[in-house]
């Protein structure tokens, strides 16, 4: 059963208010407390590691599968294998979602290792929210590993959204894209206080007339620590596009490494990468619109991570 | 009324420079007032001083006999004054229609923000979902900073060159909807402006040049005034050909 606090991890993570319609898998403190799959979609438990297929019928449309996980308690290290097929034709949306409450001393872990096999013509969205909360000093800790194959004509949109509470992360993206393949990524992240973030996207463009744009913004406050590595490799005919922008305020650093590297004469690769404190113009324009500059402070860095 | 008595501006830095000396002047309710001169006469300091950007060196600044000098700029708004952008910023994940309802949110009045756009010279089915950021024209911006001005209820509106970089069609609809204002509501209009058919909008203009009021009249009679002198307003006398030194050697 689901307490008051675990419907709002879920909430946070998922943005679940009831059980979620269509398939799900929602594993609590380590190992799954509630599963359901519909026609098109299975979900089988995985019988030499710890974890989940999700394994979705070709041309299924318009369905969602939600694996959120929470963690309530401390002292857990849950390390989980996801694998998932995403059938030919297919259009789904995917919410993988990570919610830590640790009200105790010691770590809380959750590292999840993701595999996506998404099949010619699929259309995907995969959305993976990581949130974290309790008044302990226990660290929040979340490792997650993304792999996506996408092949031929498939389109991929990754939002990746970490906003509060996760004291460290490493993110590993990797994904290879066939011809036609398409992919959009937008991740966003909050860190403060001593927070430490790191953020490893690779993306290969293999296939002929494939394309990507990876838009990653972030906020980095008080003491708080990020790191980005970007590596976009043009191996065929294609356009990647890499924009990252970080604000930048009190004693925290950001460190932001995009790469572009060509080995085909038709890759047409462009990276932008900017960090800065927030415009003093942006926030004399709010101010003169009536906000504090509290208010105004909170408006742009909003809108920012939206 | 908004009245700036013995205002100066100093910025300092390794020479202390006077943008500003010992301005004196009254802008009353209901009537528009253009303020131009040459580059660099202190007309969008005077703009910014009035919003409470600049914080003047000495002098007062009075709103409706309320001293007003040593408010904040958030302040200064919710009394009622407003201040368009020469080059308004942009703002990443902000689409128009929220920065136009912030603007608005503090407007009593219900503001239909479609109509706002279309005053501007915007179709608001185009622009209401796009962000505020790069991707809109400078003239796009332009046109935007100015809707959020107009969408506030205000006793002050400054609009610092509301006609740089705006095209000649939309310029067309701008001077009718500052017509309109002018005609519906008693906010004191000051334009900041080089142009002749923002001039002719005005009830009074006034000249600055090298931080000071050069001239202050009724728009016809500075009107003629501008038209019948070919000089220049530089500070000291100056004529082309006549200087030699070595600062001039390109």
């Given at each position: 059963m689901l307490n008051a606090l675990d419907k709002l991890m879920l909430e946070k993570v998922a943005d679940l208010h009831e059980i979620p319609q269509g398939a799900f898998n929602i594993r609590k403190n380590g190992a799954g407390v509630q599963r359901n799959t519909t026609a098109n979609i299975d979900i089988v438990t995985k019988e030499d590691k710890s974890g989940i297929d999700v394994i979705i019928k070709?041309?299924?449309?318009?369905?969602?599968?939600?694996?959120?996980?929470?963690?309530?308690?401390?002292?857990?290290?849950?390390?989980?294998?996801?694998?998932?097929?995403?059938?030919?034709?297919?259009?789904?949306?995917?919410?993988?979602?990570?919610?830590?409450?640790?009200?105790?001393?010691?770590?809380?872990?959750?590292?999840?290792?993701?595999?996506?096999?998404?099949?010619?013509?699929?259309?995907?969205?995969?959305?993976?929210?990581?949130?974290?909360?309790?008044?302990?000093?226990?660290?929040?800790?979340?490792?997650?590993?993304?792999?996506?194959?996408?092949?031929?004509?498939?389109?991929?949109?990754?939002?990746?959204?970490?906003?509060?509470g996760i004291d460290q992360t490493k993110r590993d993206t990797e994904i290879r894209l066939m011809d036609n393949a398409k992919l959009v990524v937008t991740e966003r992240l909050l860190t403060y206080q001593d927070q430490e973030a790191e953020s490893n996207i690779t993306v290969e463009l293999l296939g002929v007339d494939s394309s990507a744009q990876i838009i990653s913004r972030s906020v980095a406050q008080d003491d708080s620590k990020q790191t980005f590595y970007f590596d976009l490799i043009g191996r065929n005919k294609g356009r990647g596009h890499i924009q990252c922008d970080a604000i930048i305020m009190h004693n925290a650093q950001v460190l932001s490494t995009p790469r572009i590297s060509a080995h085909h004469s038709e890759a047409q690769l462009v990276h932008e990468a900017a960090i800065g404190r927030i415009e003093s113009e942006q926030l004399i324009k709010l101010m003169s619109l009536g906000f504090s500059e509290q208010e105004a402070e909170d408006t742009i860095l909003n809108g920012f991570l939206k | 009324m908004l009245q700036l008595q013995k205002v100066s501006l100093e910025i300092q830095g390794d020479i202390d420079f006077e943008i500003l000396k010992n301005i004196n002047l009254e802008f009353h309710e209901k009537k528009i007032y253009v303020v131009t001169g040459p580059n660099g006469g202190g007309k969008s300091s005077l703009a910014k001083t009035i919003m409470g950007v600049y914080n003047p060196t000495s002098g007062q600044i009075l709103l409706d006999g309320i001293d007003i000098t040593v408010k904040n700029i958030t302040d200064r708004a919710r009394l009622g004054i407003g201040y368009a952008f020469q080059s308004p910023p942009r703002f990443k994940g902000i689409k128009v229609k929220e920065l136009l309802k912030m603007a608005a949110s503090h407007n009593p009045e219900k503001v239909n923000i479609c109509d706002l756009l279309y005053d501007v010279g915007l179709c608001a089915q185009d622009y209401l979902n796009r962000d505020v950021d790069t991707s809109l024209s400078g003239g796009e911006m332009k046109r935007i900073e100015i809707a959020t001005v107009l969408a506030r209820n205000l006793k002050v509106a400054v609009f610092d060159e509301p006609e740089a970089g705006i095209d000649l069609w939309s310029f067309q609809k701008l001077a009718e909807t500052f017509k309109n204002i002018h005609s519906k509501y008693d906010t004191t209009i000051i334009l900041i402006s080089h142009q002749e058919r923002i001039m002719e909008l005005a009830d009074e203009i006034i000249i600055m040049s090298n931080g000071t009021v050069s001239a202050q009249s009724e728009r016809d009679i500075i009107l003629a005034g501008i038209m019948n002198n070919d000089s220049c307003a530089c500070s000291a006398k100056c004529v082309k050909g006549v200087g030699q030194n070595a600062e001039c050697v390109g």
């Open positions: 070709p041309y299924t449309k318009g369905e969602s599968v939600h694996i959120p996980v929470i963690v309530t308690e401390e002292n857990i290290n849950d390390v989980v294998y996801n694998t998932f097929e995403v059938g030919e034709y297919s259009d789904v949306l995917i919410v993988a979602g990570c919610g830590i409450h640790n009200s105790g001393h010691h770590k809380s872990q959750h590292d999840g290792i993701h595999t996506f096999f998404v099949r010619k013509g699929a259309k995907l969205k995969y959305v993976e929210k990581h949130y974290g909360q309790g008044d302990g000093n226990g660290e929040r800790v979340l490792n997650p590993k993304t792999i996506i194959e996408v092949e031929e004509g498939a389109v991929v949109e990754l939002e990746l959204i970490q906003i509060k | -």
